[in-house]
C-alpha cells in the first residue's frame, strides 16, 4: 500500500522537479520531502527520481508512477469526502491563463465537478495580467497564472522556461526588426519578451496583436514572426527557435496558484482551508503534470 501524504509530496516534487520547491509547496522540511520519496521509492522497489546536486528528473517508472498516485489520491479524496459526509457548497470564480487553452486542464476541472457537484465554479479565460488585475479587484476566487515581478508569490504548480518559437519554415534576418508575434498589455510574456530584446539591443516590431492565444499561434504558423512561449506548452505547428538566431534568453516562469480577497487570503499563497478555493486548488497541483501539452 501506497502512504497518501508520500504520494502528494512525489506528485509535488514531481512537476516543481525541485526538493526545495516541493518542500516550500507542502510546508515541510526539505529532509521531511526526502524522506518522503525515499520511502515511496522503497515501497516500490524502483527508482522514480534520477538526481544529482543540481537537476532532479523523472525515471520510466517514475513517469508511470504519476498516474497511479493521481488515481489514488482522487479516490482517498472521494472517500473520505464520502464518509465524512462533507460536501462543499457555493459559488467559484476561477480564473485560468490564455496558456492552458490546449492543455488538458478541462480533465482537472471536470474532475472536480464531478466531485463537487454543489460548488457553481465560473471559468474566466484571460491573460495572466488580466487575470492578477481582476484578482485584486476581488473579482476572482482563484487565478492559475504566471507569476508576475514582484507579485504575490503564491503556490508554485511548476516552474518552466521561456523560448522564442515560430513557423519552421521562417527565416530571421539579424539586420531586420525582429517581428513580434505578442498578447496586448498587461501579458506578462510580452513585457518579458520585450525587455529582453531592449537589453540586447535587438530592434522589434510588431507584427500581430492578439488578445487570443489562437490568434497567436495562427500567425505565427503564417509565418508572420516570433513568439515568446513556455517550453513545455509549446503549441504543434510551432518549434522553438534555433539558438544560431541568436535571440536573448527569456528566463525561467512560474505557474502559480493565487487566491482572492473573497476567501480571506488577499492573494496570498496560503488560502482558505476546506473551502471550494482550496478544493480546485488541490486538484490543480494535484493533477499539475497534466497542464503541459499531451
Known amino acids: 500500500m501506497f502512504d497518501p501524504a508520500q504520494l502528494q509530496t512525489f506528485l509535488a ?3 516543481t522537479l525541485s526538493f526545495t520547491q516541493a518542500a516550500h509547496r507542502l510546508g515541510l522540511r526539505q529532509s521531511t520531502v526526502s524522506q518522503h ?4 521509492e522503497e515501497a516500490a522497489g ?12 523523472l525515471t520510466e517508472d517514475g513517469e508511470a508512477m504519476l498516474g497511479f498516485a493521481r488515481t489514488i489520491l482522487e479516490a482517498n479524496e472521494r472517500a473520505v469526502g464520502h464518509f465524512t459526509g462533507r460536501r462543499l457548497r457555493g459559488r467559484l ?22 466531485a463537487h457537484p454543489e460548488v ?6 484571460e491573460l495572466s495580467g488580466t487575470l492578477h488585475e481582476r484578482l485584486a479587484a476581488g473579482r476572482l476566487d482563484l487565478v492559475l497564472a504566471k507569476r508576475r515581478p514582484q507579485g504575490p508569490r503564491g503556490r508554485l504548480v511548476w516552474r518552466d522556461r521561456l523560448v522564442w518559437v515560430a513557423a519552421d519554415r521562417l527565416r530571421l534576418d539579424a539586420r531586420a526588426p525582429l517581428p513580434l508575434v505578442v498578447y496586448p498589455p498587461p501579458a506578462v510574456t510580452r513585457a518579458r519578451a520585450l525587455a529582453a530584446l531592449e537589453r540586447h539591443g535587438r530592434p522589434w516590431r510588431i507584427a500581430c496583436t492578439s488578445g487570443s492565444l489562437n490568434g497567436l499561434i495562427a500567425a505565427a504558423r503564417a509565418g508572420l514572426g516570433v513568439m515568446a512561449h513556455t517550453r513545455g506548452l509549446v503549441p504543434p505547428g510551432l518549434v522553438r527557435v534555433p539558438q544560431r538566431a541568436g535571440l536573448p534568453e527569456l528566463g525561467e516562469v512560474d505557474f502559480v496558484l493565487l487566491y482572492g480577497r473573497g476567501d480571506g487570503a488577499g492573494g496570498s499563497a496560503g488560502g482558505p ?10 486538484a490543480i497541483l494535484a493533477g499539475g503534470d ?3 501539452l499531451p
Open 120 to 125: 457553481e465554479l465560473e471559468l474566466s479565460v
Open 46 to 57: 524502483r527508482r522514480l527520481f534520477a538526481r544529482d546536486t543540481h537537476t532532479v528528473e
Open 290 to 292: 497534466r497542464l503541459h
Open 37 to 40: 520519496v525515499r520511502k515511496l
Open 93 to 114: 470564480r476561477f480564473g485560468a491563463s490564455e496558456d492552458f487553452v490546449l492543455t488538458r486542464l478541462p480533465e482537472v476541472l471536470e474532475e472536480f465537478r464531478r
Open 13 to 15: 516534487v514531481a512537476q
Open 273 to 282: 482551508r476546506g473551502g471550494p478555493a482550496e478544493a480546485l486548488a488541490e
